[in-house]
């Protein structure tokens, strides 16, 4: 595989970096033949990575809302001679230009603190639910709210308390974490609840 991230014209935010990928992708749990949607995608390095798992008959579909990131992952995926990555620019706050149940993995990584949830969050996890098949899951890793080194202002941390609070009113519940360090990782599947 050719290194991209060199380029600084290439580059996009990105929180890969930050802990091992391995453990990210455990969590991930992602198969051969799956359908993946990288929420917020940035600089598209989970996009990339997860495509190695799902195989030629699977699909990664990375969205963000900044056209730039989009069309810098479009050019790494060229470079790469990726087939089974999907891009698209939108805006996870926002209806998505995709079908319902469709996806078997649905990951937010170190976006939510950037959104203004009190206006967002149920369109956002309304949204998740719908492109998201019934026995799918759900996967957001997101900045711990007591390492404030790194990442975004005590303010705009959200613990993973607050966030199961958060995603239960849309029907998930918890069925997996891990601590990553500066970061967490949570995973969801449905439970039923509001639609």
Not at 108 to 115: D, E, G, Q
Request: hydrophobic letters at 40%; a neutral charge.
């Amino acid at each position: 595989m050719k290194h991209v991230c060199g380029n600084g014209k290439l580059k996009g935010p990105s929180s890969i970096h930050m802990q091992s990928v391995d453990s990210v992708f455990d969590i991930l749990d992602l198969s051969n033949h799956e359908y993946i949607l990288d929420l917020g995608c940035g600089a598209g390095d989970y996009a990339i990575e997860a495509s190695k798992y799902v195989g030629e008959e699977g699909r990664v579909f990375a969205i963000d809302r900044a056209a730039i990131f989009i069309q810098n992952l479009d050019k790494k995926i060229s470079i790469l001679d990726l087939k089974n990555i999907i891009t698209k620019v939108s805006d996870i706050t926002q209806v998505m230009p995709l079908k319902d149940d469709l996806f078997d993995c649905c990951f937010i990584s170190t976006v939510l603190h950037a959104v203004d949830l009190k206006e967002f969050e149920e369109n956002i996890f309304r949204e998740i639910r719908r492109v998201m098949k019934p026995d799918g899951r759900l996967v957001i890793l997101e900045c711990k709210s007591d390492r404030k080194k790194y990442g975004p202002p005590a303010e705009r941390r959200i613990s993973d308390v607050q966030l199961d609070s958060m995603v239960s009113k849309y029907g998930f519940k918890r069925i997996a974490f891990k601590d990553l360090g500066y970061n967490y990782i949570c995973k969801y599947s449905l439970e039923g609840g509001l639609l």
